[in-house]
């Protein structure tokens, strides 16, 4: 599997990052964007699923395909071997996590959902 890391924009002073800047980092090339959170614990992965168990709309929860009701613990889905799927919207993105470790948090989303306005 290639990674393809893109040069990290910062933020400085408190300001926003200029769309104009950042807008060929998400330039539809056929494949998803990965956001992680490196070096995570079991611990880190319910912090994680408790906000998302609350979060609104609310996340959905699939295995093998199939949706489920959230279990209150991450457990079940990081030892699932029948592909857990979360999938939740940051407002009109949707973000997926598909639990393939619990050293580090991954979600993908489509970059043609980011736009300059969102």
């Known amino acids: 599997m290639a990674y393809a890391m893109l ?3 910062f933020i400085e002073n408190g300001s926003c990052m200029n769309w104009e800047q950042i807008a ?4 539809w090339d056929g494949s998803w964007r990965d956001i992680y959170v490196l ?3 079991e611990a880190d992965w ?3 699923w408790d906000i998302l168990l609350e979060w609104t709309p609310p996340a959905s929860f699939s295995v ?3 949706i489920e009701s959230m ?5 079940a889905a990081l030892k699932s071997e029948t592909g857990s ?3 939740f919207y940051v407002g009109p993105i949707q973000l997926a996590c598909h639990f393939f470790s619990a050293v580090e948090i991954e979600f993908d989303f489509d970059p043609r959902q980011v736009s300059g306005g969102t």
């Open 7 to 9: 040069e990290p924009k």
């Open 39 to 41: 070096n995570t614990s």
């Open 24 to 27: 060929s980092d998400f330039a």
């Open 85 to 87: 799927l979360l999938s």
């Open 46 to 48: 319910q912090g994680v």
């Open 71 to 75: 279990p209150l613990g991450i457990e």
């Open 64 to 66: 093998s395909g199939k």
